[in-house]
Nanobody, 122 residues
Framework: QVQLVESGGGLVQAGESLRLPCAAS????????MGWFRQAPGKEREFVAA????????YYGDSVKGRFIISRDNSKNTVYLQMNSLKPEDTAVYYC???????????????WGQGTQVTVSS
């Protein structure tokens, strides 16, 4: 049974940073492309970042480029999202996802976590 468990969310002020880990189990982690998406109330799920199986390729959504960094530790079956210079518009539920294809859209990911809430106050 595949499980993706996000953590690290919370309430922060604008300009601060947060680091979200996502621990994976039940799959051969090193074979999967890993991604982060987010969804704010009333909005569609939005691509945030993705990283290839080896960590050599990374992709970012336009709204987070230069502020967020995705990384992975295959020895720990964990992917991370370092979020810097947070803005109120970054407020959303953040989801971790795993897929066998190298992609950046929702349909290219096979497994999803339950999400963690990030709230940024102004």
């Amino acid at each position: 049974q595949v499980q993706l468990v996000e953590s690290g969310g919370g309430l922060v002020q604008a300009g601060e940073s947060l680091r979200l880990p996502c621990a994976a189990s039940g799959l051969t982690f090193r074979l999967y492309n890993m991604g982060w998406f987010r969804q704010a109330p009333g909005k569609e799920r939005e691509f945030v970042a993705a990283i290839g199986w080896s960590g050599g390729r990374t992709y970012y959504g336009d709204s987070v480029k230069g502020r967020f960094i995705i990384s992975r530790d295959n020895s720990k079956n964990t992917v991370y999202l370092q979020m810097n210079s947070l803005k109120p518009e970054d407020t959303a539920v953040y989801y971790c996802a795993a897929g066998l294809r190298d992609g950046t859209v929702v349909g290219e990911f096979n497994y999803w976590g339950q999400g963690t809430q990030v709230t940024v106050s102004s």
